[in-house]
């Protein structure tokens, strides 16, 4: 059985948690980084905006900035190097900014990208190239989940942009030879009791994963 690292609080994981466990793998969660030495891939997860000063820029729209969070995650990606790799959301952006990327840090379509009250995630379709490793997932398009307002600007690295948006935003990116890979939206709120019609199954992206 697969053991992925989560660094945060358990209890807010648990989404990522159940969407693992139900793939057969074991989730790890703690604000201890010791305990992914024992580990064998790493889950970035969701959250708040970087510190833009990471790659360079002042505070240009950017939310909810915890410098210390930042730093542990980059330190973890290089502790991983070599290792699966999973970003989500706020994971796809750590990883960009890890290998010299920038990000935008207020998309001028956040509005159909963001989280929104009382419906709560937004939906829309996004587009992949046959090299991505979504194409064998769900084909060349497909709608997803989406809660963010910033985006991957210049890719950072190695990296390739796996999904397209609608608006041209870079949805998805990959750098397989380091086996590392990421997606903009939230497949962990797409599978189990979280499935919605009107999107694809996230369970897919997990299972993907653990086979890295």
């Given at each position: 059985?697969?053991?992925?690292?989560i660094?945060?609080?358990?209890?807010k994981?648990?989404?990522?948690?159940e969407?693992?466990?139900a793939c057969g793998a074991?989730?790890l969660?703690?604000m201890?980084?010791?305990d992914?030495d024992?580990?064998?891939?790493?889950?970035?997860p969701?959250?708040?905006?970087?510190?833009?000063s990471?790659?360079?820029?002042?505070n240009?729209g950017?939310?909810?900035?915890?410098?210390?969070?930042?730093?542990t995650?980059?330190?973890?990606?290089?502790a991983?190097d070599g290792c699966p790799?999973l970003?989500i959301c706020r994971?796809?952006q750590?990883?960009?900014?890890?290998?010299?990327?920038?990000?935008?840090?207020d998309l001028?379509?956040a509005?159909?990208?963001?989280?929104?009250?009382?419906?709560g995630?937004?939906?829309?379709?996004?587009f992949?190239?046959?090299?991505?490793?979504?194409f064998?997932?769900y084909?060349?398009g497909?709608s997803?989940n989406?809660?963010?307002?910033?985006?991957?600007a210049?890719l950072?690295?190695?990296?390739?942009?796996?999904?397209?948006?609608?608006?041209?935003g870079?949805?998805a990116?990959q750098?397989?030879?380091k086996?590392?890979y990421a997606v903009?939206w939230?497949?962990e709120?797409?599978?189990?009791?979280?499935?919605?019609?009107d999107?694809?199954?996230?369970?897919a992206?997990?299972?993907?994963?653990?086979?890295q």
């Amino acid at each position: 059985m697969k053991k992925i690292f989560i660094y945060g609080e358990r209890e807010k994981r648990l989404n990522y948690v159940e969407a693992l466990e139900a793939c057969g793998a074991q989730a790890l969660v703690s604000m201890d980084v010791r305990d992914a030495d024992v580990c064998d891939a790493l889950l970035l997860p969701g959250g708040a905006d970087m510190d833009p000063s990471l790659y360079g820029e002042d505070n240009l729209g950017s939310r909810g900035i915890d410098r210390g969070l930042d730093l542990t995650e980059l330190d973890l990606i290089k502790a991983f190097d070599g290792c699966p790799i999973l970003g989500i959301c706020r994971g796809m952006q750590v990883l960009n900014v890890a290998f010299g990327g920038t990000l935008i840090q207020d998309l001028p379509t956040a509005a159909a990208h963001r989280w929104q009250e009382p419906e709560g995630d937004q939906v829309h379709m996004v587009f992949v190239p046959k090299d991505s490793f979504l194409f064998g997932l769900y084909g060349e398009g497909f709608s997803v989940n989406s809660a963010h307002h910033q985006g991957v600007a210049r890719l950072g690295g190695g990296f390739k942009a796996a999904a397209i948006a609608e608006d041209g935003g870079i949805e998805a990116i990959q750098w397989p030879e380091k086996r590392i890979y990421a997606v903009q939206w939230h497949p962990e709120r797409l599978t189990q009791r979280h499935k919605r019609a009107d999107a694809v199954d996230g369970e897919a992206v997990f299972r993907f994963f653990l086979r890295q």
